[in-house]
């Protein structure tokens, strides 16, 4: 008997709209400042995403929020976080040397600093409006849809 392997397009995983962001803004700011111009609350998650990039663990910070009224939760998760490697050095008085790099939730949106997932089955909101309202954000510089299809690891936006 022929096996069938599992693949993610066989389930309806793209019930879901999905934005990037560009902003230099942490990411505690960029949630208070959509918090503030839609009029929600975005609060930070208990834990991180959490995310294996070959022998380490990497925590994305990540907030949601809820519409009871229309029952749709939406997610603003970092794209790009910072991260410190100490490496064990002859040459620094210490010993110790830090190197900063970055990692990527999503590595083929590298440019992307935040994704807004919202979780819209209906097709409730409208898509054109919360761009044209994120971009009005200050130290907002560009607000776009992401194609679905265009994703290499949609596993890695499965948040809840």
Known sequence: MKKKKLNLSDFDIFDYKLLGIHSQLE??????????????????MENNLDLTQGDRLIGFPIFDYYNQAWDITSYLV?????????????????????????????????????????????????????IKKLKQISQVSMVYTIDLGSIKHPEHLILN
């Open 27 to 44: 990411p505690f700011k960029i949630a208070y400042r959509i918090n503030s111009a839609f009029e929600i609350s975005f609060k930070r």
């Open 78 to 130: 970092s794209n790009k976080v910072l991260i410190e490697d100490t490496l064990t050095t002859r040459s620094n008085a210490l010993g110790l040397e830090s190197l900063m790099s970055e990692a990527y939730l999503l590595n083929d949106f590298k440019r992307v600093d935040y994704l807004l997932k919202i979780e819209d089955e209906l097709n409730i909101y409208d898509t054109e409006l919360i």
